[in-house]
């Protein structure tokens, strides 16, 4: 909870409680952050943690190319809606981004969800500062239904940015037969396959 400044949960305007490290259930690393959610604490139907004081980031090269990628653990799924980052300089100046699904579009489940943020999708408030990036703040949102639940977690959470790859390749067709036709399968000892002149 303490790594690289301070983890903590909104006990005001959150429901988020009993922030721990988990050694036990994580991704990577020697643990996750482990939370409770207290349904009654503020009625916002959300759960908050944040960290306001990491060590600052120039994330200028980042900004609207690169993705935020975590994993989170739900225990319960059933009224589970969002989960939303932000970042940015202070609580008043930051980007934030909302998923809906996992990285992959598909809906949530109860375990561990991959989620993916794009930059490019964020919405910017006030003024932050891309060059001194040294707040960090998440919420798991539910509707009115969520009742009160333990053992929510985050880990791994990472900024990634995409490279252009140039794949290579031939087609299905695995040679050519003695007519120089394209063959997707060998059928006699005179097929040619691409990959050595001879058949094998």
Do not use: H
Request: proline letters at 2%.
């Amino acid at each position: 909870t303490t790594e690289d400044g301070t983890w903590a949960v909104d006990a005001t305007n959150s429901d988020a409680t009993n922030l721990t490290a988990d050694s036990n259930e994580r991704k990577t690393g020697a643990a996750s952050l482990n939370f409770d959610i207290d349904v009654s604490q503020s009625g916002n139907n959300r759960a908050t943690l944040t960290n306001s004081t990491l060590s600052q980031i120039d994330m200028s090269d980042d900004e609207d190319l690169s993705s935020f990628i975590f994993w989170t653990y739900i225990p319960d799924v059933t009224n589970f809606t969002s989960v939303t980052l932000y970042w940015g300089s202070d609580a008043s100046n930051y980007w934030s981004a909302t998923a809906t699904t996992d990285i992959d579009g598909a809906s949530f489940v109860a375990g561990w969800n991959e989620i993916k943020l794009d930059w490019a999708d964020a919405t910017k408030t006030s003024s932050p500062d891309v060059e001194n990036i040294d707040y960090i703040r998440i919420d798991w949102n539910y509707s009115a239904g969520q009742g009160d639940d333990t053992d929510f977690r985050i880990d791994d959470l990472r900024l990634v940015k995409g490279e252009k790859m140039r794949l290579y390749y031939l087609s299905w067709n695995v040679g050519t037969d003695t007519g120089g036709s394209d063959i997707t399968a060998f059928g006699a000892t005179s097929d040619i396959p691409f990959f050595s002149g001879k058949y094998d």
